[in-house]
């Protein structure tokens, strides 16, 4: 059961420009979201979090928005680089540690 | 500071065999989980261990087994491999049991199995 879905597998963006990538959830329980980036033959990289209380979290070139309601959260980058090309999963988890994960979405930028 | 480390890198193993794959924290982090990924899905969780006791399971068979060694360090056992157990095993770690941090991953160990 897919707890965690990333309904885009692919995005291609010009670079300067924003990426906008989306993820929804079906758990209420989630209570801590997260957005890990993965390189080919790495492991994913910590990107950002939101914790439930919140509806916006900002570092750097990176927001997260958190929509409860609508089960739905997503990151935006801006500007977008060339080395923002990779994997990007979106996951949380319920008061635990069990990490549930989206089956990513892959964001080429385009010089 | 060093990462996540997991050893092997990448390993092959035919159908029966067994494995075991390692992995150590980043210094001071004391949570260490384990996760499958396979081609075209995120990672799937398998075990979480803090201070050497099992503290989650996911769903996965009774061939996963995994313990936690007095320096944080873990190893992740499979026995009676599957093809289907052909997959980017990954191991992440975090610093206590709050639950509201982010967990740190290794590179993977890839693990085929012919």
């Known amino acids: 059961d897919q707890q965690v879905k990333q309904n885009s597998p692919s995005l291609s963006v010009q670079e300067g420009r924003i990426s906008i990538l989306n993820c929804d959830y079906t758990?209420?329980?989630?209570?801590?979201f997260l957005w890990y980036k993965k390189y080919p033959a790495e492991g994913p990289t910590f990107l950002i979090s939101i914790s439930s209380i919140k509806d916006k979290n900002e570092d750097g070139r990176f927001t997260v928005f958190l929509n409860k309601s609508a089960k739905h959260l997503s990151l935006h980058i801006v500007p977008s680089q060339p080395g923002d090309s990779a994997v990007y999963f979106c996951a949380a988890s319920a008061y635990d540690y069990k990490l549930s994960f989206g089956a990513g979405t892959t964001v080429t930028v385009r010089a | 500071d060093a990462g996540v480390t997991q050893s092997p890198t990448h390993l092959i193993k035919t159908r029966g065999q067994h494995v075991t794959l390692r992995c150590s924290p980043i210094?001071?982090?004391?949570?260490v989980s384990w996760y499958q990924q396979v081609l075209g899905q995120g990672p799937q969780f398998i075990f979480q261990y803090y201070e050497k006791e099992e503290r989650g399971r996911g769903n996965f068979p009774d061939r996963f087994s995994a313990r936690q060694f007095p320096n944080y360090s873990s190893e992740l056992n499979v026995n009676a491999l599957l093809l289907g157990d052909s997959a980017l095993y990954l191991c992440a770690s975090s610093p206590s049991r709050d639950t509201n941090q982010p967990q740190h991953f290794g590179d993977g160990t890839r693990l085929s199995i012919l």
């Open positions: 210094s001071g982090h004391k949570s």
């Open positions: 758990n209420s329980m989630f209570d801590y």
